[in-house]
């Protein structure tokens, strides 16, 4: 496809389970990013890849939160043992994404997670 | 680190009018500056970045914004209005020198179009 990809679309899940959210950026792109829009709420960077390796995890909210990307293309985000406060919209983007560039982001439609 | 603050949650402009939206910045280097939008039930959409050079850059929609470096603003313009233009306007930054691709969002300002 010409765009950004993620999949479920939605998700609702019960508290306690754990949920895999996934991320197929635009082909050539090597930079992916992954952020979280609560309701209300702009943008809350988690974590990014250039490549396969994830410079940056500062964003992470808890150690239940993690994510790989393989190939230098699609991603997962895990979230373990979900909590309510981690319902939100989970939004994936990428890039160009070379080091010191200007490139802007393509993001996916998003996955709204709802934890019950 | 970088941050971007957006002080506005909303801002109402009526149709026709000139619309700005606020966007300031903070990094240790020289940053690189973009404006997404958010229409309802859509993705975010690229509209505009300054690299360098010229310190007003023209973008999608009529938008365009100002760089200026003194106050470290990257406010968002638009001369007249449309009901159309009613989305959500995120600001972002990026440290240029910065070692890493991290992108940093504001909060997001609600652009209301009244007709």
């Known amino acids: 496809g010409a765009g950004v990809s993620q999949s479920p679309s939605n998700k609702v899940t019960e508290k306690g389970k754990d949920v895999e959210l996934r991320c197929d950026p635009i082909s050539g792109h090597t930079a992916l990013y992954w952020y979280r829009q609560s309701l209300g709420q702009g943008l809350e960077f988690l974590i990014y890849f250039q490549g396969n390796s994830a410079p940056d995890k500062s964003g992470l909210p808890s150690d239940r939160f993690s994510a790989e990307r393989t190939g230098g293309s699609v991603s997962t985000l895990t979230i373990q043992r979900t909590q309510q406060e981690d319902s939100a919209v989970y939004l994936c983007?990428?890039?160009?994404?070379?080091?010191?560039?200007?490139?802007?982001?393509?993001f996916g439609p998003g996955t709204r997670l709802t934890v019950l | 680190a970088q941050s971007v603050a957006q002080p506005e949650d909303q801002v109402n402009v009526a149709e026709g009018n000139p619309l700005t939206v606020k966007c300031t910045y903070s990094?240790?280097?020289?940053?690189?500056l973009f404006w997404y939008v958010q229409y309802p039930n859509r993705g975010l959409q690229f509209l505009l970045k300054?690299?360098?050079?010229?310190?007003l850059v023209k973008g999608s929609y009529g938008f365009e914004a100002e760089f200026n470096k003194s106050q470290t603003s990257f406010h968002l313009k638009k001369p007249s209005a449309l009901v159309s233009d009613s989305a959500l306007y995120f600001c972002?930054?990026?440290?240029?020198?910065?070692?890493?691709?991290?992108?940093?969002f504001g909060k997001g300002t609600r652009l209301h179009i009244l007709p």
């Open positions: 972002a930054v990026r440290d240029r020198w910065g070692r890493d691709d991290k992108i940093i």
């Open positions: 990094v240790s280097g020289n940053p690189y």
């Open positions: 300054y690299i360098t050079g010229d310190n």
């Open positions: 983007a990428s890039s160009l994404g070379l080091a010191g560039g200007h490139n802007e982001q393509f």
